[in-house]
């Protein structure tokens, strides 16, 4: 297992197990070739997906899912639990490598180079692509090592003063800085939960990122703390692309500029946040967001 | 979407609350149509009485709109409604306002309808009224019909009929202005028929506003000011 930049590992819940292989779905609109509707191409793509299949042992979680995610902007993801969102989450920086039985098919490419190549090295591709839980998991060290321990061990600075810098400036844009610069080398585990996450952040940005995946990265936060961290995703989204999986939909309509919706493994609809919960493509999506299922 | 559903929330007082503001809408739309009516039937038929219980009326027509807008922003701050939901709740609190004003132009007829009664020469214009009267009695009718049913046919269909109302609002001004300078002595009784008329036209002008907003419920599509954006 390799841990080195990813900084913990999803477990995969209960519901990525679920048996989610062609059962009749006819009762909900759905047939086994859905195609989905929507913008999935577009232009400037950071990462493209193309017919990506993805399973545990014999189960399928994710059935054939086409679709772009632009460069530095902010894509979320949606769908009852079991939909498979945190699955193709996870994808895209193969955390799915460290579960036993996961198998990936299909190409996603980062900048148009093959995620799943052989020769790709993993390491590196956490550092592009690093992520953020729905947990804050600091490492049980001080807020200096936490966030001063990619930069480390990807050799990101020469000197001290260099890991200085990186530190500082992370914990600045994670809109931490002014809280904690007076308490660095006390426990990251003392902070609030919110604080957590934020340390978390900046713990992912201080190896200078591409791409951020969020997985559930509020569901643990009370309102304020949820407040900033959308403040945060807005202001980093001029800088990253950031893929966000969520539960709260009007999360979803607040910081992100596409939404995809998920559905029992399939990519049901990927478009433009204000269409999505204004007027959506598919009946599935809008029964999703007015609440009429989940 | 062909058939609009505002039930099966998973919860339920959600679907409770929509179609609150619905029923609360058609039945401000029904207490407006009667105000027109009786106001239209006050000025053709020289009734002050009748005019006078159309003014006294409107104050309930001001509480429905009042008592709609807080269900709408109940609604809002509750549920968070999205998609058609959303449309619906935008929609009503916009219908809601174009239905006042209907109100208020009913009211400004029966108030020109007891300023008719009391002169003792009766006035020409009121062929005008009646015809233009019964024109913008349908197309409220309509609408309100169309919001009943979802019916975008029957929305774009009275968008078009209004706009047969304006011309023959053209054609009725014509006439007036052609009575006062047949006989100038008949101008400010006229007058008071030109105001009328007005406000049928801008009655009219409302109802259109309705059929614009059934289509965006439905379509999700907003027609207004299409001009603008090609």
């Known amino acids: 297992m390799n841990t080195s930049a990813t900084f913990g590992v999803g477990t995969p819940s209960e519901s990525d197990f679920r048996d989610t292989r062609d059962g009749d779905m006819s009762d909900i609109g759905l047939t086994k070739g859905h195609v989905t509707v929507g913008s999935v191409e577009i232009q400037a793509a950071k990462i493209t997906a193309r017919g990506v299949n993805i399973f545990y042992g014999d189960k399928q979680a994710i059935h054939d899912v086409n679709v772009d995610i632009g460069k530095n902007q902010v894509i979320a993801m949606i769908g009852p639990s079991g939909c498979g969102k945190s699955t193709f989450l996870r994808s895209l920086n193969r955390m799915n490598d460290t579960i036993d039985g996961c198998k990936i098919e299909g190409d996603i490419r980062i900048d148009g180079e093959d995620l799943y190549s052989p020769k790709l090295d993993v390491v590196e591709l956490r550092a592009r692509v690093g992520m953020v839980f729905q947990k804050p998991n600091p490492f049980p060290k001080s807020i200096y090592d936490n966030v001063a321990y990619g930069p480390k061990i990807h050799g990101l600075a020469e000197t001290r003063a260099d890991l200085d810098e990186m530190v500082e400036k992370s914990l600045r844009r994670a809109g931490l800085w002014d809280e904690v610069k007076d308490r660095l080398f006390q426990a990251g585990t003392g902070l609030s939960g919110g604080q957590q996450q934020r340390l978390c952040i900046a713990r992912a940005i201080a190896v200078s990122p591409e791409v951020i995946l969020m997985d559930e990265p509020c569901s643990a936060l009370d309102p304020i703390a949820t407040a900033r961290i959308e403040e945060l995703i807005e202001e980093l989204s001029h800088n990253f692309t950031i893929a966000i999986v969520t539960h709260n939909m009007q999360q979803a309509a607040r910081v992100s500029q596409r939404t995809a919706y998920f559905h029992l493994g399939r990519l049901i609809e990927v478009n433009p946040t204000e269409q999505v919960f204004t007027n959506p493509e598919h009946s599935l999506t809008e029964s999703y967001i007015t609440g009429r299922f989940g | ?230």
């Open chain 2, 1 to 230: 979407m062909a058939n609009m559903s505002f039930e099966n929330h998973i919860v339920k007082q959600f679907d409770g609350e929509l179609e609150d503001i619905r029923t609360m809408l058609m039945e401000m739309g029904g207490k407006v149509e009667q105000q027109l009516k009786d106001a239209i039937t006050s000025v053709a038929g020289v009734d002050s009485a009748l005019a006078e219980r159309v003014i006294e009326r409107e104050s309930h027509v001001d509480e429905m709109e009042l008592d709609i807008d807080e269900a709408c922003m109940l609604i809002i701050a509750r549920r968070q409604p999205a998609a058609t939901d959303l449309r619906l709740v935008m929609m009503v609190s916009k219908a809601v306002n174009d239905l006042e004003r209907i109100g208020d132009e009913a009211k400004k007829i029966a108030s020109h309808a007891i300023i008719l009664a009391e002169q003792d020469v009766p006035s020409k214009g009121y062929t005008e009224v009646r015809h233009l009267g019964k024109g913008v009695s349908n197309i409220l009718a309509n609408a309100l019909d169309a919001f009943a049913r979802f019916d975008v046919e029957a929305a774009l269909k009275t968008l078009k009929d209004d706009h047969q109302i304006d011309l023959e609002y053209k054609t009725a001004l014509r006439e007036l202005v052609t009575y006062m300078m047949e006989d100038p002595r008949s101008i400010s009784r006229v007058i008071n028929i030109l105001w009328v008329v007005r406000s049928l036209e801008r009655i009219g002008d409302h109802a259109k506003n309705l059929c614009e907003q059934i289509v965006f419920v439905v379509k999700g599509q907003d027609i207004r000011h299409s001009e603008l954006r090609g």
